[in-house]
């Protein structure tokens, strides 16, 4: 833990609302914060970008939103590509200066999470500058977590954040197996999940209080079927595979093998035939 | 790696300037004519506006001073966050102000001549068949007033002042001083009267038509009072049923998200949320528990199956239904079957809405089991859909049947909270709530009518000063035509219908019947609109573009900050300027985070050649010499001072601190309010509501009275299948050509026709999808069953079509919404390749039904049609461009969409 700046995303309270993506727009399209930021180009490109997850099928889909943004890495790519052009303030953030960043198209391809764009008419590489400009001039935090209705971003030094960095994670870049010690920290992204509704066909019910046993290896987990026959398993890993069980006493228990959560897994309405 | 740590920060420190030459308060909520909003900050540099950011309500105040409301509930508390919590349209609205669509100078229609006789074609002539083809050509202030003043002189001396309609309602940016609506009442009252457009109730159709004789609950048939039903709620209710409600939407534009905040800690504290609606709206994408998916307006049938299970099973409050309603053995008999031999059960729902019979069951079970609250948030189906009577009858009947009223059972709001009660839902909001006068009449009742209009939010006595200045202009409109039946009414007269000779009118005014044109008076020959967006927002809207290119209509002003949707049908078109160019006093009333009252300073100069509302309409009356009448004696800073004196304000804190601070917040109160209807609860008899017989009506007596046969709308809410009205309904024959049912939600990116062109929001792929030929297009979801019968993959150009139009969309294949549905938000705006016939912009509008809820309920019915949704081939949209080249090569700016430089013929 440092003193260096750090964000901290709460996935579960993440509403979707693109506020951050958009209050990023708001302070430096068509503003220039030299000698932090020259503009960024109105459209096409996203210093903080919202990425949607849609996961599961009907009636069992959920949502969820990962805002993307530069992630400030205590070993930062661009810092090797370009180590005249970028540098890293004392507080940590990392700045690609615009002066003599102009013209080093490598950049954009230097970042292994893609969050560096290539603004075409500046003939400059750019991206989030944790909003430096404002910190150094009294601001307490940059424009994406002040404009957070849902208080999911939080900012300050990694030692104020501690408690929260210990329970969160870090994106995966896109050259898996590299680490770049990032300092955008993710809470509760969702893992997979696999749900369903169980029912009796005959009386047309749905079946409160089946067991539903999840197996894989030697790890199981149970869940009871809910007042609307539903259950759902979540956080589940996606590279596994889950063996499903489920009982109710006087049916039929039906079993389900090789389930594999790579994308959610709805198994729709299930029927529970009765015991002859 | 420290190796290249920046070492001259102070220098660098030193170079930037972030600061701001002025910063000012602007309220952002786009709901208008009610109240400002949400405050923002907004930073302004060398006169362009730099940064909008939410208002730290501790800027210049302690927050001892706010007596800060919470609410407490199973070990948890809820309060306000110390700042404003902006929606996404209000965080990115500079470039609102700044949009390539904002009209800049006064506009006239190229081959528009205002000599031209009427129904005169060609050169010199009138070509009214040519709106929303032809293009316009800039002309200067003193043209454009003049046009404008000799053809009200002529219309008025040829027809009579009534030819004149005025359109001049709906939301708009939260203006006061300058009224965004109504400012041209003021000049037309001068010249002896004229027709106004009176709005229907289009964002609670179902709940006036309908709910209102099931439960009273003025004035517009939801839940009243609503004092203090989340703290409640939190402490008392189980369940909440998100019933169409889409918390994460609706209440973006006009409120912020508190609403948001809100869910996020209901559910914290284990309140379930059980989402019911066709799509996975934005709310339940991430707070539902559940989702159960319905068809489109078929929410009666899964009423009426829910009411069969309580009543089979015996499991709803059978006490308070002996003491609290009238009528329930009527309800009783149809439910059952003993009326029509047909049992409303779980298995004949399920056919009609497409929720499993057992998840019907288990619905009705748990709903029975746990203490339950429903849950909206304006728009849907279900209450903008054919019958919606229904629907809006048999909500309040079920809230009946589970003791409406008592601890944790009630209809609450995710929206416009604090409007139609005394007091809000959350509790201890301000100890006044300041209402601040808007200096436009807006939409008075006509002559010899009564009612309110939203003048509702004026309230009188006024000091003497405002007195002066609304009595100035004292006369009503002539005559009235209800919004939804403007086509008919110009196209078919004469028209007659039941109600709407107000906005804010009882139910018993449903009961009398109107004629247009009235006895002696004109039909329309001119319209003035400041509200140009019929096209995007109401009903039918094809028949209303047939309606502005008849010969008939000689004239049509629009005034308006930015060139979209009606404008388009206009013949001059006056540029207006937005408030942030302008001087002005707001309110948040609604936000729900604390009550507050705000200077609102001229942020920037006027962009081109705009003016103020009301400046707009001066401009005009000085050519008929009605200037100081129009105008009045009031400067800005004292119609600021008087609004301020007379909103209650005054008594807390004084003009100068006011001013100098340019806000304030009301101080919250500590006393609790006795929540929701628990009067009607407890004692009946001392507590009635509003209907007839104080009691909650199963079988309304006030439909008994007066249309005991009405098919449509019996006096005992009903399934419909199909009437006379609508034939909307997956069983119709129709669906041989139109299978699916489209819904139409209030849009997630605009505030129904505002801001379509911020470039920000229409990047973001469920606001316009990217077509093959790079137009920017309105999505359309559908599910993938669904695609793949049509050959549709996600992205595709895409038509959404059924009898009357054609409109033009992306494909968003999503597993959000149910097979059987098309869904596409209204609002975007309008872009005719064949005005009447065929729209490129996203206008679903265009599609919607004709016919009003049914024969003698007047509203309007916007989802829950009939369509189908086809790929668009390569061949079709060749022979489009073929044939009308025109609708094609018009400028379009990828970014913004439609623009000014798309309409504007340059010299």
Same mark, same amino acid.
């Given at each position: 833990m440092s003193e260096k700046k750090a964000f901290v995303i709460d996935v579960a309270r993440?509403?979707?609302?693109?506020n951050c993506q958009l209050a990023c727009k708001d302070e430096y399209c068509d503003n220039n914060w030299m000698p932090y930021a020259k503009p960024q180009p109105d459209?096409?490109?996203?210093w903080l970008r919202v990425d949607p997850h849609e996961c599961g099928t009907i009636p069992k889909v959920r949502m969820h939103y990962i805002p993307r943004l530069? #992630?400030?890495?205590?070993?930062a790519s661009c810092m090797v590509a370009a180590p005249d052009a970028v540098y890293r303030r004392e507080d940590g953030l990392v700045i690609i200066d615009p002066e003599k960043a /102009?013209?080093?198209?490598?950049l954009v391809d230097s970042c292994p999470y893609g969050v560096i764009y290539w603004n075409e008419e500046l003939n400059l590489p750019q991206k989030c500058t944790g909003c430096a400009h404002l910190l150094d001039n009294?601001?307490?935090?940059p424009r994406c977590v002040e404009a957070c209705p849902t208080d999911a971003f939080k900012f300050g030094t990694e030692t104020e954040l501690k408690e929260l960095i210990a329970e969160a994670e870090v994106l995966q870049p896109?050259?898996?197996?590299?680490?770049?010690?990032?300092?955008v920290y993710y809470l509760n992204i969702p893992k997979g999940f696999i749900a369903g509704t169980v029912y009796d066909p005959v009386d047309r019910e749905v079946v409160i209080g089946a067991v539903c046993l999840l197996t894989c290896g030697g790890d199981e987990w149970t869940v009871i079927t809910d007042d609307y026959g539903d259950f759902w398993f979540e #956080?589940?890993?996606?590279e596994r595979q889950y063996d499903l069980k489920i009982e109710s006493t006087g049916f039929i228990t039906k079993s389900f093998t090789a389930l594999s959560p790579v994308k959610d897994i709805n198994l729709g309405d299930v029927p529970l035939d009765r015991k002859a | 790696m420290e190796g290249n740590t920046d070492t001259s920060m102070s220098s660098r420190r030193d170079k930037v300037d972030i600061g701001a030459d002025k910063q000012v308060i602007k309220g952002?909520?786009?709901?208008?004519?009610a109240e400002a909003g949400s405050p923002a900050v907004v930073d302004v540099k060398n006169g362009r506006i730099t940064r909008i950011r939410p208002l730290d309500y501790e800027w210049k105040y302690?927050?001892?001073?706010?007596?800060v409301w919470k609410m407490e509930a199973r070990g948890n508390s809820f309060g306000p966050p110390m700042h404003a919590v902006l929606g996404p349209i209000m965080t990115s609205y500079k470039k609102r102000v700044y949009s390539?669509?904002?009209?800049?100078y006064p506009l006239k229609?190229?081959? !528009?001549?205002? #000599?031209? $006789?009427?129904g005169s074609t060609g050169p +010199? +002539?009138?070509?009214?068949?040519n709106r929303g083809t032809s293009k316009y050509v800039r002309i200067t202030w003193d043209e454009a007033a003049e046009i404008v003043a000799s053809e009200l002189k002529r219309v008025g001396t040829t027809y009579?002042?009534?030819a004149v309609l005025s359109q001049s309602d709906g939301h708009c940016?939260?203006?006061?001083?300058?009224?965004?609506?109504?400012?041209?009442g003021r000049l037309l009252s001068l010249l002896g009267g004229y027709t106004i457009q009176m709005r229907n109730l289009d964002s609670w159709e179902g709940w006036v038509w309908g709910g209102k004789h099931v439960w009273?609950?003025?004035?517009?048939?939801?839940? /009243?009072?609503? *004092?203090?039903l989340y703290p409640d709620i939190a402490q008392h209710t189980d369940l909440l049923l998100f019933w169409g409600c889409d918390p994460e939407t609706? *209440?973006? $534009?006009?409120?912020?998200q508190m609403a948001s905040r809100l869910c996020y800690w209901l559910s914290e504290i284990g309140i379930k949320s059980v989402y019911v609606c066709p799509d996975l709206n934005y709310g339940a994408a991430v707070h539902a528990d559940k989702w159960i998916p319905v068809l489109p307006n078929t929410d009666a049938a899964l009423h009426l199956a829910i009411a069969y299970v309580w009543l089979t099973e015996g499991t709803y409050d059978k006490e308070y239904i002996a003491t609290h309603a009238y009528g329930f053995d009527k309800f009783q008999a149809y439910v059952l079957g003993e009326?029509?031999?047909?049992?409303?059960t779980p298995a004949w729902a399920s056919e009609k809405c497409g929720v499993p019979e057992w998840t019907i069951k288990a619905l009705a079970r748990d709903w029975a089991k746990k203490v339950t609250s429903i849950v909206h948030g304006n728009g849907g189906?279900?209450?903008? +859909?054919?019958?919606?009577t229904e629907p809006g009858r048999l909500e309040p009947m079920l809230l009946g049947m589970r003791g409406?009223?008592?601890?944790?059972?009630h209809q609450a709001k995710?929206?416009? !909270?604090?409007?139609?009660?005394?007091? $809000?839902?959350?509790?201890?909001?301000?100890?006044?709530?300041p209402v601040l006068p808007h200096f436009a009449d807006i939409i008075p009742p006509a002559r010899g009518l009564s009612g309110q209009g939203l003048g509702a939010y004026t309230p009188?006595?006024?000091t003497p000063e405002l007195n002066e200045w609304f009595e100035a202009a004292g006369l009503p409109p002539t005559q009235f035509i209800p919004k939804c039946l403007v086509p008919d009414a110009i196209l078919h007269p004469p028209i007659s219908w039941w109600?709407?000779?107000?906005?804010?009118?009882?139910?018993?005014?449903?009961?009398v019947k109107h004629t247009?044109?009235?006895?002696?008076c004109s039909e329309i020959h001119m319209v003035w609109t400041d509200s140009p967006c019929w096209t995007t927002c109401w009903n039918d809207t094809n028949s209303f573009i047939e309606a502005m290119r008849q010969?008939?209509?000689?004239c049509i002003v629009a005034q308006h900050p930015w060139l979209e949707n009606d404008c388009l049908l206009a013949d001059v078109i006056l540029p207006v300027a937005t408030k942030f160019e302008l001087d002005d006093i707001g309110n948040d009333i609604?936000?729900?985070?604390f009550t507050s009252m705000y200077l609102e300073n001229? $942020?920037? %100069?006027? @962009?081109?050649e705009s003016l103020g509302d009301f400046d707009v309409v001066i401009k005009i009356a000085e050519k008929l010499g009605l200037r100081d009448e129009v105008a009045g004696k009031l400067t800005s800073e004292q119609m600021r001072k008087l609004a301020f004196e007379w909103s209650g304000v005054h008594n807390l804190v004084s003009w100068e601190e006011f001013k100098a601070k340019e806000y304030f917040v009301i101080p919250c109160d500590n006393e609790e309010k006795t929540p929701g209807l628990r009067g009607f609860y407890e004692d009946p008899a001392a507590?009635?509501?509003?209907t007839p017989t104080g009691l909650l009506e199963y079988s309304c007596t006030a439909l008994e009275e007066h249309?005991?046969? %009405?098919?449509?709308?019996?006096?005992v809410a009903q399934w419909i299948e199909t009437g006379e009205s609508h034939?909307?309904?997956?069983?119709?024959?129709r669906t041989k050509d139109y299978p699916l049912l489209c819904m139409s939600n209030h849009p997630h990116w605009r505030m129904h026709a505002q801001a379509d062109d911020i470039t920000w929001t229409r990047e973001i792929q469920t606001m316009k999808l990217k077509g093959p030929d790079g137009y920017m297009y309105e999505p359309v979801w559908i599910h993938p069953s669904e695609a793949k019968k049509r050959g549709i993959q996600f992205g595709d150009l895409v038509k959404i079509f059924n009898e009357r139009g054609v409109v033009l969309g992306g494909a968003y294949v999503t597993e959000r919404v149910m097979p059987q549905v098309a869904y596409m938000d209204h609002g975007a705006r309008w872009d005719p390749i064949?005005?009447?016939? @065929?729209?490129?912009?996203?206008?679903?509008?265009?599609? /919607?039904?004709?016919?009003?809820?049914?024969?003698?309920a007047t509203g309007m019915v916007v989802s829950g049609f009939l369509v189908e949704v086809a790929r668009v081939t390569d061949e079709e949209l060749a022979a489009w461009r073929r044939d009308y080249p025109e609708a094609f090569d018009r400028d379009y700016d990828l *970014?913004?969409?439609?623009?000014l430089s798309g309409w504007l013929i340059e010299p």
């Open positions: 993440c509403s979707g609302c693109y459209v096409g490109q996203f530069c #992630n400030h890495c205590d070993d /102009t013209g080093n198209r490598a009294g601001n307490g935090v896109l050259q898996p197996k590299s680490d770049h010690s990032p300092r #956080n589940l890993q996606q | 952002l909520s786009l709901i208008g004519t302690d927050k001892q001073d706010f007596n390539k669509n904002r009209v800049r229609r190229v081959d !528009w001549d205002p #000599n031209g $006789a009427q +010199g +002539g009138r070509n009214t068949q009579g002042p009534e940016e939260g203006k006061h001083l300058q009224s965004a609506r109504g400012c041209m009273g609950c003025e004035p517009v048939g939801e839940m /009243t009072p609503m *004092a203090d609706t *209440a973006h $534009a006009i409120n912020g009326e029509d031999g047909e049992p409303k189906p279900g209450i903008r +859909g054919p019958y919606s409406l009223g008592k601890p944790g059972v995710m929206i416009e !909270w604090p409007m139609f009660t005394e007091h $809000a839902p959350l509790p201890y909001q301000g100890k006044i709530q009188k006595p006024h109600g709407m000779q107000s906005f804010f009118g009882p139910a018993s005014d449903q009961f247009f044109p009235r006895e002696g010969p008939s209509i000689e609604g936000s729900g985070v001229q $942020a920037v %100069d006027p @962009v081109g507590n009635p509501l509003t249309f005991p046969d %009405d098919p449509e709308r019996p006096p034939d909307e309904r997956l069983s119709s024959e064949i005005p009447g016939e @065929v729209d490129r912009g996203g206008v679903i509008n265009t599609l /919607t039904p004709h016919n009003i809820i049914s024969k003698k *970014a913004t969409g439609v623009s």
